[in-house]
């Protein structure tokens, strides 16, 4: 059976109405929320895995932390991962060689290996059962694509120090590839079971996590709570996927896509344990070609899971394909290229794809020096945050750190520009193509149970939800980041900004920035 939560729950738990694999005990997620004044050394806003890795390399070097999340730890994105750790990136290496040069390129390649390293130590030092393991990685042509971008990659890859070589057979594939990639030494865990014993260790060494706490602002001195309460603190730093302290400069660099994953079942030990990718499909876009990435992880005694992603959209613009066509244009691939029983998972998460391809790390441009980010997760959440939490730590630390200027927020990069506006521009046209602009034609009474619509009210555009009970819950249908018309994600059962990523939940808290403000509520509980 698939795993749901109540939609008026999302937000909390998780965020989204379907679980990942992953999410399985939201007590062990949830800490005492913060209902005092306080003082540290570093607050860091955002549970997931880029704040926990932030806040586990500052307790080490002896900081005193104070991390805050407004839901569960591993509510936002970490908890629907599907968990690669991967130095061998998607955005392709000669493309990353034309944009930031050889050199820079080789770093590139060697924080990630470095993030991987971290990993495995830190398993190992902390003693944390997370199912982490080396894993080779294959790379093989979409069938869109040609055995020219491999070759290209391959020679690219060889240039930045990566270790690949060419093969001939992909283990566990029916379907073989003419030709594939192999990247050895990548790896996978299980990132919640990962991303909690870095919390038993921060707090066992002095550090303070609390849940349930919105940060409502942020200033050089610290942050303020929703509740009221302060953590004054030396340093600030923002680690909550879509940073809510930028809202112009980040947004404008980076874009919000839907991405789509099932988990299936599949005999135990009969699949080996690798992870596999393609190339992407390059009809829909050469720049940034969705790809699919595929995986297996332990489930129970008689079977493992094969966890496959892919499909991915512009966040609030579904395109040629519904949501629920995303996960059966899924499974279908899946079931060509391998041999899989039930699907017993299937959830979505949100992907910050950075115009250039790497994550913004470091001082937050526009802000005081004294206050950091995290973001721009580009497909490789688990590794850009796991280098976001050494970066962070050692420029708070006042450490050099040579990874510094190719992860800096405020840079720009002509060589990108060409992809930069692209998506800016293309992005709001096709936000201004699908925006309701007659919600008046919507009928209350017509919206069924568990589902939504804009509709206006009161002379104005709201999105109206209906639960179980036939209650509706209507609310402002404009979002608090820039004033986009939200839409209806119908697999999540939350509303969902095209313009930046913003979405909230049917209750219309904020569930995932830039937007750090919930919807005005028009009608909490009512029937129509």
Same mark, same amino acid.
């Given at each position: 059976?698939e795993?749901e939560?109540?939609?008026?729950e999302?937000?909390?738990?998780?965020?989204?109405?379907h679980l990942?694999?992953w999410?399985e005990?939201?007590?062990?997620?949830?800490?005492?929320p913060l209902i005092?004044?306080?003082?540290t050394?570093?607050?860091?806003v955002?549970?997931?895995?880029?704040?926990?890795?932030?806040?586990?390399?500052?307790?080490?070097?002896?900081?005193?932390?104070?991390l805050?999340?407004?839901?569960?730890?591993?509510?936002?994105e970490t908890?629907?991962?599907?968990?690669?750790?991967?130095?061998?990136?998607d955005d392709? $290496?000669?493309?990353?060689?034309?944009?930031f040069?050889?050199?820079?390129?080789?770093?590139?390649?060697?924080?990630?290996s470095a993030?991987i390293?971290?990993i495995e130590?830190?398993v190992r030092?902390e003693?944390?059962?997370?199912d982490?393991k080396r894993?080779p990685?294959?790379?093989?042509?979409?069938?869109s694509d040609t055995?020219?971008?491999?070759?290209?990659?391959?020679?690219?890859?060889?240039?930045?120090?990566?270790d690949?070589?060419?093969?001939d057979?992909?283990?566990g594939?029916?379907?073989?590839?003419?030709?594939?990639?192999?990247?050895?030494?990548?790896?996978q $865990?299980?990132p919640m079971?990962?991303?909690l014993?870095?919390?038993?260790?921060?707090?066992?060494?002095?550090g303070?996590i609390?849940?349930?706490?919105?940060?409502?602002?942020?200033d050089?001195?610290?942050?303020t &709570?929703s509740?009221?309460f302060?953590v004054?603190?030396k340093?600030?730093?923002?680690?909550t996927?879509s940073?809510i302290?930028?809202?112009?400069i980040?947004p404008?660099?980076q874009?919000?896509?839907?991405?789509?994953?099932?988990?299936a079942l599949?005999?135990k030990?009969?699949?080996?344990?690798v992870?596999?990718w393609?190339?992407g499909d390059?009809?829909?876009?050469?720049?940034?070609?969705p790809? +699919?990435?595929?995986?297996?992880?332990?489930?129970?005694?008689?079977?493992?899971?094969l966890?496959?992603g892919?499909?991915?959209?512009?966040?609030g613009?579904m395109?040629?394909?519904?949501e629920i066509?995303?996960?059966?244009n899924?499974e279908?691939?899946?079931?060509?290229? $391998?041999d899989?029983? /039930?699907v017993?998972?299937?959830?979505s998460?949100?992907?910050?794809?950075?115009?250039?391809?790497?994550?913004?790390?470091?001082?937050?441009?526009?802000d005081k020096?004294?206050?950091?980010?995290i &973001?721009?997760?580009s497909?490789?959440?688990?590794? +850009?945050? &796991?280098?976001?939490g050494?970066?962070v730590?050692?420029?708070i630390?006042g450490?050099?750190?040579?990874?510094?200027?190719?992860?800096?927020?405020?840079?720009?990069?002509?060589?990108?520009?060409?992809?930069?506006?692209?998506?800016?521009?293309?992005?709001l046209?096709?936000?201004?193509?699908t925006r309701p602009?007659?919600?008046g034609?919507?009928?209350?009474?017509s919206?069924?149970?568990n589902?939504?619509a804009?509709?206006e009210?009161?002379g104005q555009?709201?999105?109206?939800y209906?639960? /179980?009970?036939?209650?509706?819950h209507?609310?402002?249908?404009t979002?608090?980041?820039?004033?986009?018309?939200?839409?209806?994600?119908?697999v999540?059962?939350?509303?969902?900004?095209?313009c +930046?990523?913003?979405?909230f939940?049917?209750?219309?808290?904020v569930?995932n920035?830039?937007?750090?403000?919930?919807?005005?509520i028009?009608?909490e509980?009512?029937q129509y």
């Amino acid at each position: 059976m698939e795993s749901e939560t109540n939609p008026l729950e999302v937000g909390r738990n998780t965020s989204g109405e379907h679980l990942s694999c992953w999410l399985e005990n939201r007590a062990e997620r949830q800490y005492l929320p913060l209902i005092v004044n306080t003082k540290t050394d570093v607050v860091v806003v955002g549970g997931g895995l880029a704040g926990i890795s932030v806040a586990y390399n500052l307790v080490n070097r002896g900081f005193s932390v104070v991390l805050l999340e407004d839901g569960f730890l591993g509510s936002g994105e970490t908890g629907r991962t599907t968990a690669h750790l991967a130095s061998a990136l998607d955005d392709r $290496f000669f493309s990353l060689e034309n944009i930031f040069g050889k050199d820079n390129t080789k770093l590139i390649y060697q924080s990630h290996s470095a993030a991987i390293d971290f990993i495995e130590q830190t398993v190992r030092n902390e003693n944390i059962d997370c199912d982490f393991k080396r894993v080779p990685g294959y790379l093989f042509a979409h069938a869109s694509d040609t055995l020219e971008t491999l070759d290209k990659e391959y020679n690219a890859a060889l240039a930045a120090g990566a270790d690949v070589e060419w093969v001939d057979e992909i283990p566990g594939m029916k379907m073989q590839p003419i030709k594939s990639l192999k990247f050895n030494n990548q790896g996978q $865990f299980h990132p919640m079971k990962y991303l909690l014993g870095l919390a038993e260790a921060i707090t066992l060494k002095g550090g303070f996590i609390y849940t349930g706490t919105h940060v409502e602002s942020i200033d050089e001195n610290g942050v303020t &709570t929703s509740d009221g309460f302060r953590v004054d603190a030396k340093f600030i730093v923002v680690a909550t996927n879509s940073p809510i302290n930028s809202k112009y400069i980040l947004p404008m660099k980076q874009y919000a896509y839907r991405t789509y994953a099932i988990g299936a079942l599949v005999k135990k030990n009969y699949l080996p344990e690798v992870l596999w990718w393609d190339t992407g499909d390059m009809n829909v876009d050469k720049d940034t070609p969705p790809y +699919h990435y595929v995986r297996t992880q332990p489930y129970n005694i008689d079977y493992d899971l094969l966890i496959v992603g892919g499909e991915d959209h512009k966040t609030g613009i579904m395109g040629n394909y519904s949501e629920i066509d995303r996960y059966a244009n899924l499974e279908f691939w899946t079931r060509e290229r $391998f041999d899989i029983g /039930e699907v017993v998972f299937r959830w979505s998460g949100q992907v910050l794809e950075p115009y250039d391809g790497m994550a913004f790390i470091g001082r937050n441009a526009g802000d005081k020096d004294n206050i950091f980010v995290i &973001t721009g997760d580009s497909g490789h959440g688990m590794t +850009h945050s &796991t280098i976001g939490g050494i970066l962070v730590a050692d420029l708070i630390a006042g450490n050099e750190n040579e990874w510094e200027s190719i992860y800096k927020p405020g840079r720009f990069n002509l060589k990108a520009s060409k992809i930069f506006f692209k998506e800016t521009i293309g992005t709001l046209l096709k936000y201004y193509k699908t925006r309701p602009d007659h919600p008046g034609s919507v009928n209350l009474a017509s919206i069924a149970l568990n589902d939504a619509a804009i509709v206006e009210f009161d002379g104005q555009k709201a999105g109206a939800y209906r639960d /179980e009970r036939g209650m509706l819950h209507l609310v402002s249908a404009t979002c608090t980041h820039m004033g986009c018309t939200v839409s209806w994600n119908n697999v999540e059962k939350t509303w969902d900004c095209a313009c +930046h990523g913003s979405r909230f939940s049917v209750l219309g808290e904020v569930i995932n920035g830039p937007a750090n403000h919930p919807l005005d509520i028009l009608d909490e509980e009512t029937q129509y």
